[in-house]
């Protein structure tokens, strides 16, 4: 950033984060100062509505709509985007960077579609860009990637990157809430948007997913061709059977290394309650990276909200000042990228059915030829039958989430007298060639109740 001790930056979008960010350069701004010997100064921070009511006070002076008041201005050397979405975003920052500053942001979706294209940018303008905040919140993955993780080789990532969902996945089992419930009481305490498709149908877990990846393989993550499951389906009576199966239902984002390329998947997952993963509930984030040298590493934090986002921004902000060259190891999205494709790789499936009372013995038996047509072994059963109706959980191991998907509908079409309310797979541990991780033991489990 030069010998300057002041340095003056452009904030994009003053929400949330955005107002997080004045509040800690007010709250730290004397301590930013003594680590780094910098002062930050924002003279400019754009918004689309200058009389919207602000959860910061900041000087009427430093509210801009137009862009090119910073764009144009020489002495600011630093953009901090927290605006969101993918446009304006993208060309506000394709030509902060192209212009020669430095920019910081938030934006995760921006990422995960256009990174290949900013980092190009910011590499033939000599320029960095950061983005801890991006995947999160205040957990610093991204660092862990870009420098701790440097002389490991990634096998797999395995996250929970979305609080909303895992805090109402922790309300529905923890309180026996509908999905509805949660949602409501998720969307009162902040955690969820009026609009919460992108957080409950799993769009946040695979922006997030995308640049993890991306940062530990260099490459281009195709997201459109991401194949995305959400939670909104996830019923009591799927986390209850999971519970008696050893499990618990986690939304998670998962990519690893096979030898057909890269393998990614994004949705709601058995995960054995073994797993330091089972353990995260309500609004947190976790994250566990599998290396060959360092083997896996779990981060676990707030991943969300006005301070733990902004401290993640600020965070990326000190680190420009505190390094005259390169911060950390330098994307490289391949625009090509490489082979990668969405899970075909797990291989065992979590099934639940509905039939009448009367048939559910039928449907049992259809289920059992399923799997022995398919050279597959059903682990675990249970099913609970009342004077109407019969609910019947299974996990079966050896069929692929497409396989799985197909024989139901194939095997319902000969036999109408049932409906699946849900197939989900199975968290499986993956054998990584270096480390030689082994599989969790599955023991047969079978479990009536009349």
């Not at 048939?359 to 050279?375: C, K, P, Q, S, Y």
Request: charged share 20%; proline share 4%.
């Amino acid at each position: 950033m030069g010998k300057q001790q002041r340095i003056k930056a452009a904030l994009l979008g003053l929400g949330t984060v955005g107002a997080g960010v004045v509040k800690t350069l007010m709250q730290n701004g004397t301590l930013i100062k003594e680590r780094t010997g910098y002062e930050i100064e924002i003279p400019y921070i754009l918004v689309r509505n200058p009389l919207k009511q602000r959860a910061v006070s900041v000087s009427r002076e430093t509210i801009v709509t137009n862009p090119e008041t910073f764009l144009t201005d020489g002495e600011v050397s630093l953009v901090i985007e927290v605006m969101g979405g993918v446009e304006p975003a993208r060309e506000i920052i394709l030509r902060s960077l192209q212009a020669g500053k430095h920019v910081v942001t938030a934006n995760k979706e921006l990422l995960a579609k256009h990174g290949a294209e900013l980092f190009k940018a910011a590499h033939d303008s000599g320029v960095q860009l950061l983005f801890e905040a991006s995947v999160a919140g205040g957990i610093p993955v991204i660092r862990t990637l870009q420098g701790y993780m440097t002389a490991n080789r990634v096998h797999e990532i395995t996250g929970i990157l979305n609080g909303t969902s895992n805090y109402i996945l922790t309300q529905m089992e923890r309180d026996g809430l509908s999905f509805a419930e949660a949602l409501r009481q998720a969307q009162q305490l902040g955690y969820a948007e009026a609009d919460p498709a992108s957080d409950v149908e799993g769009y946040d877990t695979a922006y997030k997913l995308a640049i993890l990846t991306n940062l530990a393989h260099d490459i281009n993550l195709p997201i459109e061709q991401m194949t995305v499951r959400g939670i909104s389906r996830i019923d009591l009576q799927d986390l209850q059977s999971a519970r008696q199966f050893g499990y618990v239902i986690k939304l998670l984002g998962r990519s690893r290394q096979t030898g057909n390329g890269i393998s990614f998947t994004v949705g709601p997952h058995l995960l054995p309650l073994s797993h330091p993963l089972a353990e995260i509930h309500d609004a947190f984030n976790a994250v566990t990276i599998s290396g060959d040298v360092v083997g896996d590493l779990t981060l676990i934090g707030k991943g969300a909200g006005e301070f733990p986002t902004a401290s993640a921004v600020v965070e990326d902000v000190t680190a420009l000042l505190r390094h005259t060259g390169h911060v950390l190891r330098q994307p490289v999205w391949d625009e090509a990228g490489t082979d990668h494709r969405s899970d075909s790789v797990t291989k065992t499936h979590y099934l639940r059915l509905q039939s009448s009372t009367q048939e559910h013995d039928f449907v049992d038996r259809l289920i059992a030829r399923i799997a022995e047509n398919n050279g597959a072994e059903i682990l675990h059963k249970k099913r609970i039958v009342n004077q109407t109706q019969a609910i019947m959980s299974y996990i079966i191991q050896g069929l692929s989430m497409e396989q799985m998907e197909h024989s139901i509908t194939e095997m319902r079409q000969e036999n109408p007298v049932f409906e699946t309310k849900g197939v989900l797979p199975v968290w499986e541990a993956a054998d990584h060639p270096e480390t030689n991780t082994p599989h969790d033991g599955l023991q047969p489990y079978e479990a009536a109740v009349g």
